[in-house]
Nanobody, 125 residues
Framework: QVQLVESGGGLVHTGGSLRLSCVAS????????MAWFRQAPGKEREFVAA????????DYADSVKGRFTTSRDNDKNTVYLEMNSLRPEDTAVYYC??????????????????WGQGTQVTVSS
């Protein structure tokens, strides 16, 4: 059974930083592309960042490029999202997602078959 558990969310002021973690169960983590999405109240879920199975390529939404960094540790079955220079518009529930055996990455939520429960990030002005 594949499970994803996010942690690290919280409340920060504008300009602050947070580091999200997502721990994955199962034996196929090393061959899975991983992504982060977020959903703010009243808005659709949107792509944030993604990393290939070996961690050698990443992709970012324009809104977070230069502020957020995603990485992974395959020995720990964990993917990270380092968020700096946070803004109020970054406030959302952040989800990690997993796509076993994906080549490259995708910005489409439908490409990822496994999802975590989400962690709340709130940025106050």
């Amino acid at each position: 059974q594949v499970q994803l558990v996010e942690s690290g969310g919280g409340l920060v002021h504008t300009g602050g930083s947070l580091r999200l973690s997502c721990v994955a169960s199962g034996r196929t983590f090393r061959s899975s592309s991983m992504a982060w999405f977020r959903q703010a109240p009243g808005k659709e879920r949107e792509f944030v960042a993604a990393v290939t199975s070996r961690g050698d390529n990443t992709d970012y939404a324009d809104s977070v490029k230069g502020r957020f960094t995603t990485s992974r540790d395959n020995d720990k079955n964990t993917v990270y999202l380092e968020m700096n220079s946070l803004r109020p518009e970054d406030t959302a529930v952040y989800y990690c997602a997993r796509a076993p055996l994906m080549y490259g990455t995708s910005r489409l939520a439908s490409a990822y078959g496994y999802w975590g429960q989400g962690t709340q990030v709130t940025v106050s002005s």
